[in-house]
């Protein structure tokens, strides 16, 4: 069974940094893009950036210049280093990638979510 888990929330003052995990486990055999979405609030879920297998990197908007994604294949493992926390970066993280797995019928390729890990930034 693959899973993904996220850690590495908070709470953080205005002006801090956090750096998230995602660590993928089960009977993988490859990734594809590896992404960090967040949800605030009365929000919808928006997209915050996406890194590929490769390394090459894509941010939104909102976010670019202050977090920097980055990925281990070996850990089969994403980072979203967080810096210069604003109150409006409070959201639920959430990580996503396309996975290659082996299940009991074959091999099998879809996305998985992680559980998400909180993110408050407050005085």
């Known amino acids: 069974q693959v899973q993904l888990v996220e850690s590495g929330g908070g709470l953080v003052q205005p002006g801090g940094s956090l750096r998230l995990s995602c660590a993928a486990s089960?009977?993988?055999?490859?990734?594809?893009?590896m992404d960090w979405y967040r949800q605030a609030p009365g929000k919808q879920r928006e997209f915050v950036a996406t890194i590929t297998k490769g390394g090459s990197t894509n941010y939104a908007a909102s976010v670019k210049g202050q977090f920097t994604i980055s990925r281990d294949n070996a850990k089969n493992t994403v980072y979203l280093q967080m810096n210069s926390l604003k109150p409006e970066d409070t959201a639920v993280y959430y990580c996503n990638a396309r996975i290659t797995s082996r299940q009991t019928m074959g091999l099998t390729s879809r996305e998985y979510w992680g559980q998400g890990t909180q993110v408050t930034v407050s005085s």
């Open positions: 089960g009977s993988i055999i490859s990734i594809d893009d």
